[in-house]
């Protein structure tokens, strides 16, 4: 079993920047990858970016490439998101996600989720 609790959502101007972080507890021994998705009200959840636990290769959307960047800490166990230029369209529930498997994007593909975090971008 992994536990994931995601934070440092919040509200933030167009332009503007967060970071978001999600804390893995239990079996981050095993190799795996970990990811970020988004849930914007009356949408599909969306794959945003991941990352391999143990090599640090990753992928992202389209939507987030150039913009955002995904990294871990394994010593600490914790997963970030760097959110750069954000504009309206990036409000969504995020949420953070681990899967067995090696640099899976697909959310059927991720075994563990997190609560969520709420991210707000205003115009």
């Known amino acids: 079993q992994v536990q994931l609790v995601e934070s440092g959502g919040g509200l933030v101007q167009a332009g503007g920047s967060l970071r978001l972080s999600c804390a893995a507890s239990g079996r981050t021994s095993a190799p795996m990858t970990m990811g970020w998705f988004r849930q914007a009200p009356g949408k599909e959840r969306e794959f945003v970016a991941a990352i391999t636990w143990s090599g640090g290769s990753t992928d992202y959307a389209d939507s987030a490439k150039g913009r955002f960047t995904i990294s871990r800490d394994s010593a600490k166990n914790v997963l970030y998101l760097q959110m750069n230029s954000l504009t309206p369209e990036d409000t969504a529930i995020y949420y953070c996600?681990?899967?067995?498997?090696?640099?899976?994007?697909?959310?059927?593909?991720?075994?563990?989720w997190g609560q969520g975090t709420q991210v707000t971008v205003s115009s």
């Open positions: 996600a681990a899967s067995r498997l090696w640099l899976v994007t697909t959310r059927n593909r991720f075994d563990y």
